[in-house]
């Protein structure tokens, strides 16, 4: 128990002197801080210049609420849990395959280490993505964690900022089923995940955006704004009752496995869910909300 008391107590100090790293000493490319800050004014500034819908206000509705989770989900939340739980469950879970003889290199497939560059980053994306578009699906399927994923589905105006809007218990899933596929593949150093993080915040924030954009033939493969809009949609037919376009960066699983759905422009459409007209406003109560009706 006293070692992972002090895994969680390291963990704590080592992301916060990270984050202060990050935020006051700007000196390598893949800074994850100012990165989420270029490319959200980037994003912003093609919104302010191609909005598709006209009539939207520059600071939409609840703008500022998206801005806060934005930087809570992004930064600190990893300070308050994510760091500590994750470093700890990683090294209880190495404990576990320890006690029968094994560990995690046991199942590891192979090294990306031993593969071009170009090729270990592609297929840690591809790996990654699948595994997130298969965890989106359980979001919506099962209620309990649909009561969690409703704060993301509260937004009622697309904006950028509005990708990073969550409950914070979803990066715990998301990472948790993610870890063990990432884990049996191996060799990832950090600028490696920051080339693949820095693209998925791009698309996923375009997707969200203010934008009226396909991308042509490149929406078989790349989520896009139109795409996204119907997952967001309040209102669909029962054989999709349970959601569609579930894909974060990539489209190409949702035409594989025939969940796609864009009828027709849904630029107007109205968004949430049913009875989100009762649902919390603030950032507290939304936080709490999961809580209560689990």
Known sequence: MEKYLDIIKNSYSN?????????????????????LIAISLIVWLLEIAFPWRKNQALFRKDFWLDVFYMFFNFFLLNLIVLIALSNAAATFFNDILGLIGFSISNFQLFDVDNLPR?????????ISDFV???????????????NFHKV??????????AHLRYHWMEPVVYKSLLYIPIAIIGGFDAQDVAIVYFFAIAIGHLNHANLGWDYGILKYIFNNP???????AKELPKHVRFGVNYGLTLSIWDYIFKT???PHNGRDIELGFEGD?????DFISQELYPLKKN
């Open 118 to 126: 170009w090729l270990g980053l592609f297929v840690f994306f591809m």
């Open 152 to 161: 993301h589905h509260s937004v009622k105006e697309m904006g950028f900022a």
């Open 277 to 281: 007209e009762h649902f919390p406003k």
């Open 226 to 232: 139109k795409m996204h809009i119907w997952h967001h």
């Open 260 to 262: 796609d759905y864009v």
């Open 15 to 35: 992301y916060w002197n990270y984050l202060k790293n990050e935020v006051l000493f700007q000196n390598n490319w893949d800074n994850y801080f100012y990165g």
């Open 132 to 146: 997130q578009w298969n965890t989106h699906r359980l979001l919506h399927r099962f209620e309990w964690l649909w």
